[in-house]
């Protein structure tokens, strides 16, 4: 039932199904249809469970990652919706993707932390009252 090409929980195959989720957003479901069409019958529920133990296992990274954005002065964050696919209901739903970017570079130096050059304020020049972008830094508190 399973070839040379597949090596069933294999480092090799758990890394292809979390890139193929994560980066490629191909559901486990998908994953497991295309698996069975090439001989290889692996149950989506033997999928899911893979990805718990292979989250289980970068947990130390993403702490890691996380501990290294929280030292910064400057931190940047972006929240976007997208449709993800809600399968007991049969059509999408609201989904969320959050991006975080630190920014080590002195306060006065011109530039964003999203750009590779030119200044932020060239970008607001000739639209009407747009506001100044501004850094905040992360230690002071919000006031709405």
């Known amino acids: 039932m399973c070839s040379n090409q597949w090596r069933i929980n294999g480092s090799p195959l758990l890394a292809h199904v979390a ?3 994560f980066a490629d957003h191909l559901p486990l479901y998908r994953q497991s249809q295309i698996m069975a069409r090439q001989g290889v019958g692996i149950d989506r529920s033997t999928l899911a469970d893979w990805m718990g133990k292979v989250s289980f296992h970068i947990a130390p990274i993403v702490d890691r990652m996380a501990e ?22 049969g059509k999408t739903k609201k989904g969320f993707i959050w991006a975080m970017l630190r920014d080590d570079r002195p306060m006065g130096r011109l530039g964003s932390a999203g750009r590779r050059s ?9 639209i009407p009252h747009s506001p100044t972008p501004r850094v905040v830094p992360v230690s002071t508190p919000r006031r709405c």
């Open 19 to 21: 890139v193929a989720k």
């Open 68 to 89: 290294a954005l929280k030292r910064s002065g400057k931190l940047f964050a972006d929240e976007t919706t997208i449709p993800v696919l809600d399968p007991r209901a």
């Open 118 to 126: 030119g200044c932020p304020s060239d970008r607001w020049r000739g």
